[in-house]
């Protein structure tokens, strides 16, 4: 059974750091494309950035760094310079096929997700 587990969250004022961690089980970690994304309440969920089994990265924001943890399991996302529009729910997410892809409607699995807050 896959399974997904986001921490890391919480509040932070604007200008500041957070770094959210991402542990997976049931999953053979090393060749999976794990992918993060963020909503606020209504809007739709967007892509923030994702990471493949080669560790090649694709990111929206400049600001955030994506990396890979094989041996634990665990992909990161470092966010600096965090503002008021950075504000959502984080989500990463997985799936069976090795192609990276920004659409969340091509990931079969979900984290909880985690609160990030940022105020000013």
């Known amino acids: 059974q896959v399974q997904l587990v986001e921490s890391g969250g919480g509040v932070v004022q604007a200008g500041g750091s957070l770094r959210l961690s991402c542990t997976a089980s049931?999953?053979?970690?090393?060749?999976?494309?794990i992918s993060w994304f963020r909503q606020a309440p209504g809007k739709e969920r967007e892509f923030v950035g994702n990471?493949?089994?080669?560790g090649i990265t694709d990111s929206a924001q400049a600001r955030f760094t994506i990396s890979r943890d094989n041996a634990n399991n665990t992909v990161y996302l470092q966010m600096n310079s965090l503002q008021l529009e950075d504000t959502a729910v984080y989500y990463c997410?997985?799936?069976?096929?090795?192609?990276?892809?920004?659409?969340?409607?091509?990931?079969?699995?979900w984290g909880q997700g985690t609160q990030v807050t940022v105020s000013s």
């Open positions: 990471i493949r089994s080669g």
């Open positions: 049931g999953v053979t970690f090393r060749s999976r494309t």
């Open positions: 997410a997985t799936t069976d096929y090795l192609l990276a892809s920004r659409s969340p409607t091509y990931y079969k699995y």
